[in-house]
């Protein structure tokens, strides 16, 4: 059974910094491939959204919204994103979803989610 472990949120002011992790573990690689791993998160009252992807060769995607401020990065080895959020804005507070993307040897994609993890901006 694949799992989704996330670490790192929490409260924090306005124009500060947090550091989420996620691992996974439990992909059965005999059947199939992780193809990218990122972050969506989900404010209260609107839809869950895109905030960071990274493939599993190293390229990246950004919500325009937190371009210039988050960074996505991974360890391939360890099977671990990550996303440093820099200048934290109170629009920023979301539950955080970690995902994992992999594809079967049939090629059918499967989505993986992590728990969640609280992240709160506010003075």
């Known amino acids: 059974q694949v799992q989704l472990e996330e670490s790192g949120g929490g409260l924090v002011q306005p124009g500060g910094s947090l550091k989420l992790s996620c691992t996974a573990s439990?992909?059965?690689?005999?059947?199939?491939?992780?193809?990218?791993m990122g972050w969506y998160r989900k404010a209260p009252g609107k839809q869950i959204e895109l905030v960071a992807t990274?493939?599993?060769?190293?390229?990246?995607n950004y919500a325009d919204s937190v371009k210039g401020r988050f960074t996505i990065s991974g360890n391939n080895a360890k099977v671990t994103v990550y996303l440093d959020m820099n200048n934290l804005k109170p629009e920023d507070t979301a539950v955080y979803y970690c995902?994992?993307?992999?594809?079967?040897?049939?090629?059918?994609?499967?989505?993986?989610w992590g728990q969640g993890t609280q992240v709160t901006v506010s003075s």
């Open positions: 995902n994992a993307e992999a594809l079967t040897t049939t090629r059918k994609r499967n989505d993986y």
């Open positions: 439990g992909l059965d690689y005999r059947l199939n491939a992780l193809n990218a």
């Open positions: 990274i493939t599993r060769g190293g390229s990246t």
